[in-house]
């Protein structure tokens, strides 16, 4: 069974800049999600449909200065860009086996959490999130049993992912060794790099990114 489009990364450098932005271009307001510890980064959500959702990614002013980078490019973002993406993928430790025995290494597992507003603990394994092509390679993610963050999320519909990198055969075959699904995926091999997401909503279909 293949992996599933999971979320798609929003970062920028104010919480409330991003969920204004989203609000303006797809017609609902993003949820507050939580902080990531010791990441220095908070998030807010917007469901996709089908199990999947917008991830808005700034740095957290409650949390003391990271000694290290925050991700997602965040530290380094003057306005709101899509930077990353993850892939659903359960039995987390098969999938990276198999990954690498194609050439392609996803980075151990790790675990994470966060606390929702309402008091519910999240956590969940991932993989590297430095996943090399500029951010462009999906990292990687199982939820176990911990509730799917879309779960009541107002929601939009994803369309399609589109990814523009002038390398874009190597992404093509890192995708597939992540066992991404074929669709709805589209890659073109053109610079800049830039990642963007056809999305319905109820004005009709927005290019975001």
């Known amino acids: ?20 932005y989203a609000e303006a271009h797809l017609g609902l307001r993003p949820q507050p999600g939580g902080a990531h510890p010791g990441l220095g980064t908070r998030n807010s959500l917007l469901g996709l449909g089908g199990q999947r959702y917008l991830e808005l990614v700034a740095p957290d002013p409650d949390q003391p200065e990271p000694d290290h980078p925050r991700p997602f490019r965040v530290d380094e973002l003057t306005a709101p860009t899509l930077t990353g993406w993850a ?51 999906p990292f990687l993610i199982d939820w176990g049993d911990t509730p799917h963050p879309s779960e009541g999320l107002p929601a939009v519909k994803l369309v399609t992912v589109r990814v523009r990198h002038p390398e874009a055969a190597r992404l093509s075959s890192a995708l597939e060794a992540l066992e991404a699904p074929r669709g709805p995926i589209q890659l073109r091999a053109a610079e800049p790099v830039r990642i963007s997401l056809v999305i319905e909503t109820e004005r009709g279909p927005v290019e975001l990114g």
């Open 1 to 20: 069974m293949r992996a599933q489009i999971d979320h798609i990364i929003l970062a920028g450098p104010d919480l409330t800049e991003l969920e204004e």
């Open 87 to 137: 892939l659903r993928a359960p039995g987390l430790g098969d999938r990276v086996s198999r990954a690498r025995e194609k050439g392609l290494d996803p980075g151990d597992p790790r675990p994470m959490s966060r606390t929702r507003p309402d008091g519910t603990e999240l956590s969940w394994e991932l993989t590297s999130l430095d996943t090399g092509l500029d951010g462009t390679v």
